[in-house]
C-alpha cells in the first residue's frame, strides 16, 4: 500500500460467500486496483450469528469465493481484506476464518501474512459502563439490564477507522487482513484516509462500496472505486451494468435512518451538499460529502442470547368452509393445546400462526381484506427445550389436522401436509439483547495479531 | 378538475428494509425531478397520514422526508418484535413496502402518469 493518489479499491461482491463473476473480477484485477475490501457480516439477517456463533453460508461458500481473491493477492500482491469475518465477526469466527485463509493458502502453495482483529467486547467492561450510565438507549428507549450483557452469548463492537488505521500507520507489510465485527465502511474508509483522502468522501465511498454493486443498474456483483482527495469515481465490475447519479445517490440513503445524515463510529456522514455526475454512460463521480467528527469515541455494542427453542410445521388449506372461519379456529386450537400444555397457557411457551396468503408477511397491519381461495400455514412454536417445543408443536399441527369446526364438509382432514416428519425441530432461538451505543474513551479495544499461514516461506524454512 | 395516480405509478422505486434491528425505513424513489416535485408539493406523504396506513402511533415515525439530492422520500418507522426472533415475519423488513404503492397522488386531469408512462 504504498500507492498515491488516486487509489483503486475493489469490492468484488457485497457479501463474502454469495458468489461473484470470475471474468469480472479477473478483468477489474487485470486492469489494476490497490485494494480489495470484502464484507462478510451483518446484522440483518437476525441474532442467530452472534448467538449461535453460526456463519451466514457455508465453508464451501466462503472458500469458493476466497480462493480466486487469494491468488489476486499473491499474483498481484493486492492487500485484501474481510471484514465482520463468518457473520457476526466474534473471535471465534475470525479464527475460524483465518484458519479458512491458512488452507487454502497452503493448498494453492502461498504463502500470506494475515494480520487480525479481534471484536469481542469483555462483559465486565460493557457492564461497568451500563453501570456508570454510559450506554445510550436505542431508538426504542431501551435500556439493556445487567443480566443481558452478562447473559450474552456473544458480544462484539462495531469497529471503526481506527483498527485498521493503526494496521497501516506501523507500516507493516501485511497480504489479508480478517477482522472480526466492523462498521460495514470502515475498512474502505481506513485505506481512504490513510491516503490522505478527505473525511466525508473516504466515509461515503466505504458506504457505497460495502454492497458492492448494489449501487449499480441491474444491481449485483462488484464495484470499484477510484478515490481522490476530494471526490471518488464508481464503475460496476460488470459491463453491462452502469453507476448512474440516480442509482448511486439511491444506494447512499440504502437502509439507513436518514437520508442525510448518516451517523457511524467517529461522526456523521453528512451528504446534505453531495454531488453526483456522470462521468460517462457507466461512472458517476460523487463530491461534496461532509464528516462531521464526534467529540468523543462511540461504538455500537451488540449482543444477542439463546431466548427458547423453536419447532415448526407448514401445512395448506384449501377448504372454503375453513378459510371462512380461520381465527376462530387457530383460537381454538390454541386454547386445545394450551389444555394439554400449561406451559403454551402460562406464557413459558409460546406459539405463532403465519397464515400465507392472507397476512403472512404483515401479521395485523396488512390492509387486504381478500378471502384467498387457499392459505398456508406455518405453525411456529417457542419453548424452554427443544423437546417440548417439539410436543407442543405435535399438538398444534395435530389439532389443525384433526379439529372439527361448524359447518364442516371435509371430515378427514382439514391440512394438506408436504413434509414428513410433519413437524421439525428448528433448533436454538436467539434475540438481540444488545444493540446499543456506548461511549468508549479511554478503552484499548479491537486486539492486532500477525501471523504467516500457507506454505512456510523457502528461506524460513531452510534457515 | 383533479385526478388522482397511485404512486407506484409515478415512484421508480418502492421499497422497505431494516435500519438496524429497532428501525424499518422506506424508500420512495423517482427518476423524474418533476414527478418528485409533484409528489413532494402534494402532501400526501406526511407523518400523520402514514402512521395511519401502517397502524402505528405518530411518534414512531422516526423520519418523513424528501431528499431532493436523491429525488426521494425517506420514512422511518420505529420497528416493534424483536428482529429474527420469536413470531418474526418478514427478517430484512423487504416486504413491508406494499400499502405505499396504492396511496393515491392527486393530479391535474388527465392523470400525467399515464401521459409519461407511454
Redesign the interface.
Known amino acids: 500500500m504504498s500507492a498515491s493518489l488516486p487509489i483503486r479499491i475493489f469490492t468484488p461482491q457485497g457479501m463474502l460467500g454469495y458468489g461473484y463473476d470470475l471474468a469480472d473480477f479477473h478483468r477489474t484485477v487485470e486492469e489494476g486496483v490497490d485494494l480489495i475490501v470484502v464484507d462478510s457480516g451483518s446484522?440483518?439477517?437476525?441474532?442467530?450469528m452472534l448467538g449461535l456463533g453460526k456463519t451466514l453460508v457455508t465453508v464451501e461458500s466462503y472458500a469458493r469465493d476466497l480462493r480466486p481473491m487469494l491468488r489476486a493477492v499473491a499474483d498481484h500482491r493486492i492487500p485484501l481484506v474481510i471484514s465482520s469475518a463468518g457473520g457476526a465477526g466474534t473471535d471465534e469466527q475470525v479464527a475460524r476464518m483465518t484458519d479458512l485463509v491458512d488452507r487454502l493458502a497452503d493448498e494453492e502453495g502461498l504463502s500470506l501474512r494475515v494480520v487480525t482483529i479481534g471484536a469481542d467486547m469483555p462483559a465486565d467492561v460493557v457492564a461497568d459502563r451500563l453501570a456508570r450510565g454510559l450506554i445510550e438507549p436505542?431508538?426504542?428507549g431501551e435500556l439493556p439490564s445487567e443480566k443481558d450483557v452478562r447473559e450474552a452469548t456473544g458480544l462484539v463492537a462495531q469497529m471503526g477507522a481506527e483498527p485498521f488505521l493503526e494496521i497501516l500507520a506501523t507500516g507493516e507489510p501485511f497480504d489479508v487482513i480478517i477482522a472480526g465485527r466492523a462498521y460495514d465502511p470502515a475498512p474502505h474508509a481506513a485505506f481512504a484516509l490513510h491516503h490522505g483522502v478527505e473525511p466525508g468522501i473516504a466515509w461515503h465511498m466505504g458506504k457505497i462500496l460495502e454492497c458492492g454493486g448494489a449501487c449499480a443498474e441491474p444491481k449485483g456483483g462488484g464495484v470499484v472505486a477510484t478515490v481522490y482527495r476530494d471526490r471518488f469515481e464508481l464503475s460496476p465490475s460488470g459491463p453491462a451494468q452502469r453507476c448512474t447519479p440516480?442509482s448511486v445517490?439511491?444506494h447512499?440513503?440504502?437502509?439507513?435512518?436518514?437520508?442525510?445524515l448518516l451517523p457511524g463510529p467517529g461522526g456523521v456522514l453528512d451528504?446534505?451538499a453531495?454531488?453526483?455526475e456522470a462521468v460517462d454512460e457507466r461512472t458517476v463521480r460523487v463530491r461534496g460529502s461532509r464528516f462531521l467528527p464526534s467529540d468523543h469515541p462511540v461504538l455500537k455494542v451488540e449482543g444477542a442470547a439463546v431466548?427458547?427453542h423453536?419447532a415448526a410445521f407448514i401445512g395448506g388449506i384449501h377448504d372454503p368452509v375453513l378459510i371462512a372461519q380461520l381465527d376462530t379456529f387457530l383460537e381454538r386450537v390454541e386454547r386445545q393445546a394450551g389444555q394439554l400444555h400449561p406451559e403454551l397457557a402460562g406464557g413459558t411457551a409460546?406459539l405463532?400462526f403465519?397464515v400465507y396468503g392472507r397476512n403472512?408477511?404483515?401479521?395485523?397491519?396488512e390492509?387486504s381484506t381478500a378471502v384467498p381461495h387457499e392459505v398456508g400455514i406455518l405453525g411456529?412454536v417457542?419453548a424452554e427445550s427443544p423437546e417440548l417445543a417439539l410436543a407442543i408443536c405435535t399438538t398444534v399441527r395435530i389439532g389443525c389436522l384433526h379439529l372439527s369446526y361448524p359447518g364442516q364438509m371435509a371430515t378427514a382432514g382439514n391440512m394438506a401436509l408436504p413434509l414428513n416428519p410433519m413437524e421439525s425441530p428448528i433448533g436454538p432461538?436467539?434475540?438481540?439483547t444488545l444493540?446499543h451505543l456506548m461511549d468508549a474513551r479511554d478503552l484499548d479495544l479491537f486486539p492486532v495479531a500477525h501471523r504467516q499461514v500457507g506454505r512456510i516461506p523457502a528461506e524460513e524454512a531452510t534457515r | 378538475m383533479t385526478a388522482t395516480v397511485p404512486l407506484k405509478d409515478l415512484a421508480?422505486?418502492i421499497r422497505s428494509?431494516?435500519?438496524?434491528?429497532?428501525?424499518i425505513?422506506f424508500?420512495v424513489?423517482f427518476?423524474d425531478a418533476d414527478r418528485y416535485a409533484h409528489v413532494r408539493d402534494s402532501g400526501v406523504l406526511n407523518p400523520t397520514a402514514l402512521a395511519s396506513?401502517?397502524?402505528v402511533t405518530e411518534s414512531d415515525v422516526?423520519?418523513c422526508?424528501f431528499?431532493e439530492?436523491?429525488?426521494?422520500f425517506?420514512l422511518?418507522l420505529?420497528r416493534?418484535g424483536?428482529?429474527?426472533?420469536?413470531?418474526?415475519?418478514?427478517?430484512?423488513g423487504a416486504?413491508?413496502h406494499?400499502?405505499l404503492l396504492d396511496i393515491l397522488v392527486p393530479v391535474p386531469a388527465p392523470a400525467p402518469g399515464e401521459e409519461a408512462r407511454s
Open positions: 446484522t440483518d439477517p437476525g441474532p442467530y436505542n431508538v426504542r440516480l445517490a439511491a447512499t440513503l440504502y437502509e439507513k435512518s436518514r437520508p442525510d451528504v446534505r453531495c454531488v453526483y431466548v427458547g423453536r409460546s405463532a403465519h403472512g408477511v404483515m401479521g395485523p397491519l390492509p411456529e417457542t432461538v436467539c434475540a438481540f444493540y | 421508480e422505486v428494509k431494516n435500519a438496524g434491528p429497532y428501525e425505513t424508500d424513489m427518476t396506513l401502517y397502524s422516526r423520519t422526508q431528499f439530492p436523491a429525488l426521494a425517506k422511518t420505529v416493534h424483536d428482529q429474527g426472533s420469536i413470531g418474526e415475519r418478514d427478517t430484512f416486504q413491508q406494499g400499502p
